[in-house]
């Protein structure tokens, strides 16, 4: 079965979920351009999530992808207290910038349970999760009719995934941007390139295999499926879309800024994930003091990253990207669909013609 | 212009030189099968240098490629000592494997200038070196007639090895095995995954570029051109062919493991590498002390190395690998490069006819 067919789509061109820069609107705009738009509704009450997806409705009438975080990732030790080097970095730069106190530690996303019940509630037809699945919340989307799928960073997780009965396994390359979707073993083994990755896993699993990592054009996308992958994932590739939304200034630094200033950090969030690196993610290194668990320790800088971002501080704003971070193109979503459509359609007929 | 008419080859295929991996007979099995055959040449003292490209010679007529170190790799500062941790853990594996006195730190490679003449005295037609290269020998080289390369981790060195005047640039991605190639910058910052690398190497540069990194198979062949590579180099998946008489270790070890096994570390030779991890890595990593510089470090580890093969105990050896490891074929090489034709022109011709 292709992915068009599982996922009753047109183009097998999923968009990534990003919490803090996607929009109903881009949802829509994928969608209505055959491709899977996609939600990041971890941080989402549910109420206000059942909002946000009549939202969608009201602007699609086609397959959607909403994302949440597997409730093992919001599973952490209590105890565990804020570093006294941690507290006095965040305390300075509340200073500098004029903040009050620093916020209590708290979770930010979740509860994955009472989330996953107004998707099913509300029929949403892909239900996708980061940082692996419960095999009971596989079964309840199935048994509403509803299509599961998630990332695996390793050959391992892929199997895992597969065991649990995912429709499809996103095979995530080191190159993406945001988090690592890593829930086995260290990340830090779990950083396997997408064009290393995609046939391994192919190779290894039954379900189709959807590529993530980099890509960001029809040269990217014609690459996958040659390696393999029934479907390509793209995040970073959207951000330049108006639909999108991104703070200015995430945008802006995104353009001037190469693959090379990118860099996976747990500083931010208390989890690994890829973003431009900045002041506050390398003071937070180089405290060399154990981080709060995530999410808490992404918690510690909401009042940081609010304000920064209102004046225009590249400093301490969370600003995923991606290695793809060149290709960027200021573009509606759907244009952008509809063009990697074509250029790759042109792209596959070229490359029949090449002498190896 | 095609690198097929660059380098005066068939098959835009490349085989990564390969210290310690290589043979004469592959080098000569890939050139006669079309491809570019390749030496790694670092090591070799001149007039066993010439005797080996004479050796390469007498078993093909084809092009080939010899290998050498920018004479910047090995420049250090003499004054470093060995850590006394460090020292005190080699001393412990001496005696474990019941060897003799630590050797005195040397340097393993070079001189480069005494190689180059060697290469251009016996007109090698491909000369490459990593680690960047040297404005006065791209001079030389092209004085005599002869075609050099050599390869980049970032957009930025892409473009400084345009400026010095090679005929192609290398975008050697994460996944590669073996030595880094960077040589501006930190090597953290040049860890770009040859999906997201390729593409925006070849929007950056005018000559040809030759994707390195991960490449396995027609799979990932394919996927290159369309990233707009002109060739691929292919290193680790030659590690399973008889004629690169690898030791019998190295390969055993390389068919059980997966990527996650492979680790970039500085601990083996004193600069960043992608290899096998072992108890040498990990226990020389957790000193926590400086390494000595390249190549010193790693003749430190000469003696420990060999005996360590000799005795089948993967604790200690250099065991280089990419990260497509577990798609490794043992057969011939010319049979490989055959295959890998046959199938690129197979594959792409099948997905010329995919719905995107």
């Known amino acids: 079965m292709t992915i068009q067919q599982l996922f009753d789509i047109q183009h097998a061109i999923l968009q990534a979920p990003m919490v803090g820069a996607g929009s109903t609107d881009l949802v829509a705009a994928v969608s209505n351009a055959g491709g899977l738009g996609a ?84 029929k949403v037809p892909v239900i996708s999760f980061h940082f692996g699945v419960e095999a009971d919340h596989v079964h309840k989307i199935h048994a509403a009719g509803l299509k599961v799928i998630s990332s695996a960073t390793t050959i391992d997780e892929a199997l895992t995934l597969e065991a649990l009965g995912v429709d499809a396994v996103i095979a995530q390359g080191a190159e993406a941007g945001g988090h690592r979707g890593t829930f086995l073993g260290d990340y830090r083994q779990a950083l396997i390139g997408t064009l290393a990755l995609v046939p391994q896993i192919v190779d290894a699993v039954k379900i189709p295999v959807i590529a993530a990592g980099g890509i960001m054009d029809a040269r990217g996308i014609v690459a996958c499926r040659s390696l393999g992958a029934a479907a390509v994932q793209m995040g970073t590739a959207f951000l330049g879309c108006p639909e999108t939304r991104i703070p200015p200034l995430w945008l802006s630094e995104l353009k001037r800024s190469t693959p090379s200033r990118t860099t996976v950090t747990s500083a931010m969030s208390g989890k690994p994930a890829r973003g431009l690196r900045n002041r506050y993610i390398s003071e937070m290194e180089s405290l060399d003091e154990p981080l709060l668990p995530y999410s808490l320790q992404y918690s510690m800088s909401v009042p940081l990253r609010k304000k920064a971002l209102e004046i225009g501080n590249a400093d301490f704003p969370t600003m995923w990207s991606g290695q793809g971070i060149q290709l960027l193109r200021e573009i509606p979503a759907g244009e952008l669909v509809s063009q990697w459509v074509a250029e790759s359609g042109q792209l596959s007929t070229e490359l029949a013609g090449i002498a190896i």
């Open 39 to 122: 939600t990041g509704a971890a941080p989402m009450k549910p109420e206000g999530l059942r909002a946000h997806i009549r939202e969608i409705r009201e602007k699609t009438d086609q397959p959607f992808n909403v994302n949440l975080f597997s409730p093992a990732s919001e599973m952490y030790d209590q105890s565990v207290k804020l570093g006294t080097k941690a507290k006095a970095l965040l305390e300075d730069y509340h200073r500098e910038l004029g903040l009050a106190e620093l916020p209590e530690p708290r979770a930010l996303f979740g509860p994955a349970e009472a989330q996953l019940d107004v998707l099913i509630d509300e």
